[in-house]
Nanobody, 117 residues
Framework: QVHLVESGGGLVQPGGSLRLSCAAS????????MSWYRQAPGKEREWVAY?????????DYADSVKGRFTMSRDNGKNTVYLQMNSLKPEDTAVYYC?????????WGQGTQVTVSS
């Protein structure tokens, strides 16, 4: 069955950087577009970034992270990444990966990102 495992979160100061990873299994990874989502305390889960299937040439980002976050994928490792730079306190959330724009896979446990001085 589909299994998504997010990692790489932590506590970082404003302006800092983190690189998140999401290891996937249970499906033909290269055939699926993937996205990152996040959920801040007391808020609904929101979409953050998208990467197309196969070579991942098509990418899209939420306006709130555009220019600061970069999503990539390694099909050989069945893993997607989210490089987060210039982090802000409002980026504090649990981050998840899922399929494309419809998030049809079971959610993983997520990885906590806390941006605070």
């Amino acid at each position: 069955q589909v299994h998504l495992v997010e990692s790489g979160g932590g506590l970082v100061q404003p302006g800092g950087s983190l690189r998140l990873s999401c290891a996937a299994s249970g499906f033909t990874f290269s055939r699926y577009a993937m996205s990152w989502y996040r959920q801040a305390p007391g808020k609904e889960r929101e979409w953050v970034a998208y990467i197309s299937s196969s070579t991942g040439l098509s990418k899209d980002y939420a306006d709130s992270v555009k220019g600061r976050f970069t999503m990539s994928r390694d099909n050989g490792k069945n893993t997607v990444y989210l490089q987060m730079n210039s982090l802000k306190p409002e980026d504090t959330a649990v981050y998840y990966c899922n399929q494309g724009r419809t998030a049809t896979f079971p959610w993983g446990q997520g990885t906590q990102v806390t941006v605070s001085s």
